[in-house]
């Protein structure tokens, strides 16, 4: 799954944690699981992840056993709406060759 369009253009850990939760929307993930998926320290994930909670793009929730991390309503992208962006690379040079 991807981002929505209007939250590509946040910091670079905070976007790598909405596509890292965005690829798990239904099971979520826990914060050990985040840092293995993004790149940065917990001293850059942790503020990361205030932030996105303050701006209300992740949920959060206790499961008794630890905390698990979801992408709040409309920050996955829907697949048709990425559809819409356009002709890809692809499509444009078979069409500039005739292919």
Do not use: C, Q, T, W
């Amino acid at each position: 799954m991807a981002v929505s369009p209007e939250h590509r253009d946040r910091d670079e850990v905070e976007f790598e944690v909405l596509a890292a939760l965005a690829d798990r929307a239904e099971e979520g993930m826990s914060v050990l699981e985040l840092r293995a998926a993004v790149d940065a320290d917990i001293d850059r994930l942790e503020p990361a992840l205030g932030d996105l909670k303050d701006a209300g793009l992740i949920e959060v929730e206790s499961n008794g056993d630890g905390v698990v991390l979801y992408p709040a309503d409309g920050v996955v992208a829907d697949p048709e709406d990425l559809d819409d962006e356009g002709p890809s690379v692809l499509e444009i040079i078979r069409d500039r060759f005739g292919f």
